[in-house]
């Protein structure tokens, strides 16, 4: 049974930092492509960023480029997002994704239950 926990989130001030865990088991974690996808309230899915199988090829949205960096531990079955600096328009609940390839392009077929981040003061 494919299993994506994520963990880390809490409240944070602005310009802030926090950096969310997403374990995974369940399938070969070294050979797909993982994502960070947000919802913020009242508001639709935005994907955030992606790191392939091989940790080969990072991407970003604009909004949080030079300011959050995606990694993985193969070894340890866990995807990493660190956040700094963090804004008001950061607070979402963030989901980890595990791609259908060892790239993203293509589509998720598994997602974690999600984990809140509020930035406020």
């Known amino acids: 049974e494919v299993q994506l926990v994520e963990s880390g989130g809490g409240l944070v001030q602005p310009g802030g930092s926090l950096r969310l865990s997403c374990a995974a088991s369940?399938?070969?974690?070294?050979?797909?492509?993982l994502s960070w996808v947000r919802q913020a309230p009242g508001k639709g899915l935005e994907w955030v960023s992606a790191?392939?199988?091989?940790?080969?090829?990072?991407s970003y949205v604009d909004s949080v480029k030079g300011r959050f960096t995606i990694s993985r531990d193969n070894a340890k079955n866990t995807l990493y997002l660190q956040m700094n600096s963090l804004k008001p328009e950061d607070t979402a609940v963030y989901y980890c994704?595990?791609?259908?390839?060892?790239?993203w392009g293509r589509g998720y077929d598994y997602w974690g239950q999600g984990t809140q981040v509020t930035v406020s003061s």
């Open positions: 369940g399938f070969t974690f070294s050979s797909y492509g």
């Open positions: 994704a595990k791609a259908v390839e060892s790239g």
């Open positions: 790191i392939s199988s091989g940790v080969t090829s990072t």
